[in-house]
């Protein structure tokens, strides 16, 4: 077995260097040559000067669906006021338009719609335009990179992953024909490697707390080896935990198939003496990415973790359907 397992990993170093070198920027930040997936994703949680409040989730991605290769941007907006969710997509396939990537540096062009950082002190600039929905986002971050290293997504697949834990966000937006002039907070995480199996995609739990501290949880009950908490204090110190338990007990009913979502959820480690229960504002949202349905959610969080209170809100991105 030990022999099999080092021989495994030989394999690994030598088709996937990109996975497991350490990460390099802003190389690290652009299109990965030769992998079969890869995302960006923005979190953020934005108000008004008048305190009208926002959720704006997106995700730019470029891998197979339908077993063609595509790019693609999805973006949820979550008006709090209404209690409304509003999705967005615009999916490109090379026969039809074709996206344009940039490798050393960080530039997604899918039709009108761009992700990009012009360098590796810059902030992250993103501009939507599609029909219904106009934006320009910036996030600045406010904390360093956390390098997660590799995370399994599937028996011998795996991708790689680092997240900017804080930003500063500013956003322009026309949405449902107003315009509005936010600033808040979110996450930035990037991913790339091999295409996520069916029953490998992991939950991600995004927290961010009064106190600057934040906390990244990705978690799957199907694959174990997936698990981990990431707390990211206010000065940037980050600590990595595997030993932790997730369980929920509110269950909602998806609309579009015959499963149960779990939705609020407890989150305990026995390490940091860590207790943290998330609270949706939002029933959530499902939403479709690269053939996996996703559900997606924002909520209150409350809890601690040693002798520190912790009180927040963040987003709940679930893909562990419970049993019909």
Not at 125 to 147: F, Q, R, Y
Not at 150 to 174: I, T
Not at 176 to 200: C, M, N, T, V
Not at 205 to 224: I, R
């Amino acid at each position: 077995m030990a022999l099999r397992q080092l021989l495994l990993i030989f394999i690994l170093l030598l088709v996937y260097p990109s996975l497991s070198q350490p990460l390099q920027f802003p190389r690290d930040e652009g299109k990965h040559k030769g992998v079969d997936f890869e995302s960006w994703v923005v979190f953020s949680h934005v108000n008004t000067s008048d305190s009208s409040r926002f959720g704006i989730a997106l995700f730019f991605f470029t891998g197979k669906v339908i077993g063609l290769k595509a790019s693609g941007v999805f973006v949820v907006v979550a008006d709090e006021k209404n209690q409304v969710y509003q999705n967005y997509k615009k999916i490109q396939y090379p026969i039809i338009n074709r996206a344009t990537h940039t490798r050393g540096r960080l530039y997604e062009k899918y039709g009108k719609n761009i992700l990009e950082r012009k360098t590796s002190d810059s902030p992250y600039l993103i501009t939507i335009d599609m029909k219904e929905l106009k934006l320009s986002l910036e996030l600045n971050p406010l904390k360093g990179p956390v390098d997660l290293g590799q995370l399994p997504v599937g028996e011998e697949r795996y991708n790689r992953f680092y997240a900017v834990p804080r930003g500063e966000v500013k956003v322009n937006m026309n949405y449902r024909g107003e315009d509005y002039s936010l600033e808040g907070i979110g996450i930035f995480q990037h991913q790339w490697g091999d295409s996520p199996q069916k029953d490998a995609a992991s939950s991600l739990f995004a927290l961010h707390f009064q106190n600057s501290w934040d906390v990244l949880v990705y978690y799957s009950d199907a694959f174990p080896t997936i698990n981990m908490l990431v707390i990211s204090r206010e000065n940037g110190d980050t600590t990595l935990l595997k030993n932790f338990s997730a369980r929920s007990d509110t269950v909602l009913t998806s609309a579009s198939e015959p499963v149960r979502v779990a939705m609020a959820w407890e989150i305990e480690s026995p390490q940091k003496n860590v207790r943290l229960r998330m609270m949706p504002t939002f029933d959530g949202q499902e939403i479709n990415l690269l053939g996996l349905p996703y559900w997606l959610a924002r909520c209150r969080v409350e809890g601690s973790a040693g002798d520190h209170s912790l009180n927040g809100k963040g987003y709940v991105f679930i893909r562990n359907w419970l049993s019909k």
